[in-house]
């Protein structure tokens, strides 16, 4: 299935290349990685149980991944919300209690991955959250939580489905999420400082835009990352949002990018046109004040088909700031819509112009095949190597009759079971 290509310290056979400026508030102290397979490392993980005759792993360590402020070669990456699969009308958490967290991991000098600890994301009493979802007017997805005994499950709300992270050199994180949708500010044991919301999210303090509530479920700001000045959080949306409904959202290409500046609290937005209609864009990161890496990826397997794992650079420096009104669920509007139920040709005769992006990493030509699903965690190791994470969903999936089954590198016939693999790539 794989090459037996190495990636070198001199480059990498079949990737595309860009030059930029890198300056990247992670990297102070330059890291050089050792060189390893381009079949990747494993990542360390646990067992967390087995149920239904199918184990759960305590990985996960995927959906986000960030470079740590002033150690080389050492990097967080976070869970999401937890082991969960596909119920009517919402999920089902196998791990009811299951907290989100970030893990602390180092690179070896012969390529290994060590974990070096977990941190639990706290409420701001300082006790661990779940990821089940929000109740209503707290940030709710309209998801409903089951037990695998099809009961009910309480809401929290403090829950976070994370999927963004941002390591600040004070050692606070930020960290955005699916539900609300949320980006919230931990103390480096974990603990909630501040929670921004949505304008019509009942938490309290400072807010974000209203027209991000109409996030559909699964597909909220999925990426974060903050400028080199730690001055700016900025974060993107997996896909289009349900703006003003799903119908009327025809522009299926259409996300967007909100800024955040931390002292004033001041928001941006801008528009990013994705490659194929409704595809996920699973990371941002920061490369200077107005350029950054985009993950762009589909949800298919190489195993099984032709598949998108794509990394662009981007600049938002030209780009329209497309905010409008900031307490408006329709957030601006052209000919008398919403952005999202505009074609690109309309939002362009209006002077509408999204970010400039150019194409710097496919993943499948980098590194001869990617097997895994889901491109989601990046972390910026220098000014010319990324580490590429994935997300294996805790090793489990969706069935439609036994409720979960294992998570394997196919959805139709495969037997390896998918886990959080760490991949260099030179770009």
């Known amino acids: 299935m794989y090459t037996k290509k190495l990636i070198s310290a001199l480059g990498l056979a079949g990737l595309v290349v860009a030059s930029f400026s890198c300056q990247d508030h992670s990297l102070d102290i330059p890291f050089n990685p050792p060189t390893i397979s381009n079949q990747g490392v494993a990542l360390p993980f646990t067992v967390l149980g087995n149920e239904l005759g199918v184990e759960i792993r305590n990985g996960g360590f995927g959906s986000a991944a960030t470079a740590h402020p002033h150690n080389p070669g050492e990097f967080y990456a976070m869970t999401d919300r937890g082991p969960n699969t596909d119920a009517t009308g919402g999920k089902y958490f196998p791990v009811p209690d299951y907290t989100p967290r970030i893990g602390h991991f180092r690179m070896t000098a012969d390529g290994k991955i060590e974990k070096i600890g977990e941190i639990l994301v706290k409420n701001p009493s300082g006790q661990p959250i779940s990821g089940r979802p929000n109740p209503a007017g707290k940030g709710a997805t309209g998801e409903i939580a089951y037990d695998l005994k099809d009961q009910v499950l309480a809401p929290d709300e403090y829950g976070l489905d994370s999927e963004g992270l941002v390591a600040m050199k004070d050692g606070t994180f930020w960290v955005s999420d699916e539900y609300g949708p949320h980006i919230v500010h931990l103390k480096a044991d974990g603990t909630q400082i501040e929670r921004l919301s949505p304008v019509n999210i009942n938490t309290g303090g400072r807010k974000l835009p209203a027209v991000l509530e109409r996030r559909w479920a699964n597909r909220g700001m999925e990426g974060l990352a903050v400028t080199p000045d730690e001055k700016t959080l900025v974060g993107i949306m997996q896909s289009r949002l349900y703006n003003p409904t799903n119908a009327a959202a025809i522009n299926r290409t259409l996300t967007r990018i909100v800024t955040f500046d931390i002292a004033t609290g001041t928001t941006k937005q801008y528009l990013y046109r994705q490659e194929i209609d409704n595809n996920s864009n699973s990371e941002i990161?920061?490369?200077?004040?107005?350029?950054?890496?985009?993950?762009?990826?589909?949800?298919?397997?190489?195993?099984?088909?032709?598949?998108?794992?794509?990394?662009?650079?981007?600049?938002?420096?030209?780009?329209?700031?497309?905010?409008?009104?900031?307490?408006?669920?329709?957030?601006?509007?052209?000919?008398?819509?919403?952005?999202?139920?505009?074609?690109?040709?309309?939002?362009?005769?209006?002077?509408?112009?999204?970010?400039?992006?150019?194409?710097?990493?496919?993943?499948?030509?980098?590194?001869?095949?990617?097997?895994?699903?889901?491109?989601?965690?990046?972390?910026?190791?220098?000014?010319?190597?990324?580490?590429?994470?994935?997300?294996?969903?805790?090793?489990?999936?969706?069935?439609?009759?036994?409720?979960?089954?294992?998570?394997?590198?196919?959805?139709?016939?495969?037997?390896?079971?998918?886990?959080?693999?760490?991949?260099?790539?030179?770009?």
């Open 285 to 427: 990161t920061a490369l200077s004040a107005t350029e950054f890496l985009v993950v762009e990826r589909d949800g298919n397997f190489s195993a099984d088909g032709s598949v998108m794992k794509h990394i662009y650079k981007i600049d938002i420096s030209k780009a329209t700031d497309v905010t409008g009104d900031f307490n408006s669920m329709d957030g601006m509007l052209v000919n008398g819509k919403t952005l999202e139920a505009n074609t690109w040709d309309q939002l362009a005769t209006a002077g509408i112009v999204p970010v400039q992006k150019t194409r710097v990493v496919d993943l499948m030509q980098a590194l001869g095949n990617y097997p895994h699903d889901k491109l989601e965690g990046v972390w910026l190791i220098n000014s010319n190597t990324l580490g590429i994470i994935n997300d294996d969903d805790f090793a489990i999936w969706s069935d439609p009759v036994k409720k979960l089954r294992q998570k394997t590198l196919s959805p139709t016939n495969g037997t390896v079971v998918d886990g959080n693999r760490l991949y260099l790539v030179k770009f």
